[in-house]
């Protein structure tokens, strides 16, 4: 059986903010029981992201956004 996801996260301030820190882990995990053939991750307004994996074996995206948003 296979799965098509989306997902839409959304943050709205009172105010402007001037910086956000995040970390998503929304990556499925590829184990013995399931597989994830493609994973996108997009955001807007656009920064890089910096993926890695944790001590636990869960993926991870970091991404930063400096400016004003």
């Known amino acids: 059986m296979l799965y098509a996801i989306r ?4 943050y709205r301030y009172s105010r402007p ?6 970390e998503v882990r929304m990556h ?3 184990e013995t029981t399931q597989r994830c053939f493609t994973f996108q991750l997009s955001v807007n ?3 890089r992201i910096f993926a890695f994996v944790d001590h636990m074996g869960n993926h ?3 991404f930063d956004l400096p400016a004003h948003h």
């Open 28 to 30: 499925p995990r590829t």
């Open 17 to 22: 903010v001037w910086q956000s820190i995040m």
């Open 7 to 10: 997902h839409l996260t959304r």
């Open 60 to 62: 991870v995206h970091h």
């Open 45 to 47: 307004p656009k920064a």
